[in-house]
Nanobody
Framework: VQLQASGGGLVRPGDSLRLSCAAS????????MGWFRQAPGMEREFVAA????????YYLDSVKGRFTISTDNAKNTLYLQMSSLRPEDTAVYYC??????????????????WGQGTLVTVSS
């Protein structure tokens, strides 16, 4: 499977932004998708995940209530709607796919497919 992330940019604190991740190729083996982010000088961290039935979603505590993960299975596209953005949300955001959603939830879990990353900068 190939994952293509897009939608990053420079925004001001309090603004909103929507990231997209288009999947192509052999997608049927993947039952969950999610987003990670990596800020400068920091380790990559989990942000949000969703099972492709759309019944279960999980979020990093600091983004709960501000970010919403969703999928459009007809378009094989994953989204991350980000609102009330803060400077600490500045990072490169990566989308990923995994066979099971717990891959996103366990320490050291490694999704088997990754997108190339899209930069989100929140600054006044």
């Amino acid at each position: 499977v190939q994952l293509q992330a897009s939608g990053g940019g420079l925004v001001r604190p309090g603004d909103s932004l929507r990231l997209s991740c288009a999947a192509s190729g052999r997608t049927r083996r993947y039952q969950a998708m999610g987003w990670f982010r990596q800020a400068p000088g920091m380790e990559r961290e989990f942000v949000a995940a969703i099972n492709l039935r759309g019944t279960d979603t999980y979020y990093l505590d600091s983004v709960k209530g501000r970010f919403t993960i969703s999928t459009d299975n007809a378009k094989n596209t994953l989204y991350l709607q980000m609102s009330s953005l803060r400077p600490e949300d500045t990072a490169v955001y990566y989308c990923a796919a995994a066979e099971i959603i717990t891959t996103f939830l366990v320490v050291g879990g490694k999704p088997s497919a990754w997108g190339q990353g899209t930069l989100v900068t929140v600054s006044s």
